[in-house]
């Protein structure tokens, strides 16, 4: 229904006989550096903006390769032809892997197809709120597992392959921060179903005065997931809130970790996280130290120069 709707938003242009430079959200913040995987997707729709006589394009990405890789690939050849077959550019971009290509293709795959499942289970729309409820949904245990099959599989592949191996090293950190953030996810939706304050997983805390979900056109829909929410029983005790606060802070923690340590080889992007300090949003792992008493202090530094101040510095 999206690509029915879109395709004749952009004919209703085309008939106009103007010009269009696109703006859209290829890889953006509410992704959190996870594989949300849609090349084809995105291939389709710059065609169809040419064809609608798109001149020009831009939009959100990030530096997050590891997870999202194959929709920057097509993306950027897509940009450079786009009338472009998208499965060439990622014929060619899995050709990279040499002997262990068809090994890394069963491993995105397998991400992206598990995306796309859930999207169409749950009804997803771009909407924040229930997207990020979703992903701990989306990279479950068995899609983990099946995934982490065939990156062991493609290690077996380079064996002796020394560069080949160091680019599988650089899709792996992307697995571990994509299986850290799914168990993460999945505890902060339990602490929000037990009433304790994290937006996005918490009603009252998510529509607290001045937050930003309230300025986001799909607001409606997020009324519609909290109500559908409370209509399920949530039984709980005080003893397993406090079991997964101590999670939750072990977990984030392990996250700020992996940014920092990944903060110049382009495998996540800390500067997504950052946006959240900056922006005051999504204060989870704030939150869960302060009602855990942890001081400041000892919340892991993240590391990160604004592009800006970088420049005037």
């Known amino acids: 229904e999206g690509r029915q709707e879109y395709e004749e938003f952009m004919n209703g242009w085309k008939s106009k006989g103007v010009k269009i430079v696109m703006r ?40 997050n390769f590891a997870t999202q890789a194959p929709n920057y690939y097509v993306l950027t050849h897509q940009l450079w032809n786009p009338e472009a077959d998208p499965e060439v550019a990622l014929d060619e971009f899995y050709a990279a892997f040499g002997p262990a290509k068809d090994d890394v293709r069963r491993y995105y795959e397998t ?27 989306m990279f479950d245990p068995r899609t983990l597992s099946a995934a982490w099959a065939a990156l062991n599989a493609a290690d077996r592949a380079a064996e002796g392959n020394p560069d080949l191996q160091k680019k599988l090293a650089f899709i792996r950190h ?25 937006e996005f997983f918490e009603y009252q805390s998510t529509a607290a005065q001045g937050r930003r979900v309230f300025q986001n056109p799909d607001f409606e829909n997020n009324l519609e997931f909290y109500e ?47 946006q959240t300090l900056e922006a005051n949003i999504r204060q989870w792992h704030q939150t869960v130290g302060k009602y855990l008493g942890k001081p400041e202090s000892e919340i892991i530094e993240l590391e990160y120069t604004h592009p800006a101040r970088k420049a005037a510095d």
Do not use: C
Not at 33 to 53: H, K, T, W
């Open 111 to 137: 991400l992206g197809d598990s995306v796309h499942r859930a999207w169409r289970e749950k009804k997803l729309t771009t909407g924040l709120i229930p997207l990020i409820n979703s992903y701990d949904e």
């Open 24 to 63: 859209e959200y290829w890889g953006v913040h509410y992704y959190m550096d996870l594989p949300v995987l849609f090349p084809r997707e995105i291939g389709e729709e710059v065609r169809m903006g040419y064809e609608a006589g798109l001149m020009g394009a831009y939009g959100e990405t990030g530096k």
């Open 228 to 274: 559908n929410l409370r209509k399920q029983p949530f039984p709980f005790t005080i003893k397993e809130q406090n079991q997964w606060l101590k999670e939750a802070w072990e977990l984030g923690q392990e996250r700020l970790r992996m940014l920092n340590a990944s903060r110049h080889d382009f495998s996540l992007n800390e500067g997504l996280y950052a």
């Open 174 to 198: 992307g697995y571990e921060y994509t299986a850290l953030m799914a168990k993460l996810i999945g505890v902060y939706k339990k602490l929000g179903r037990s009433g304790f304050p994290l």
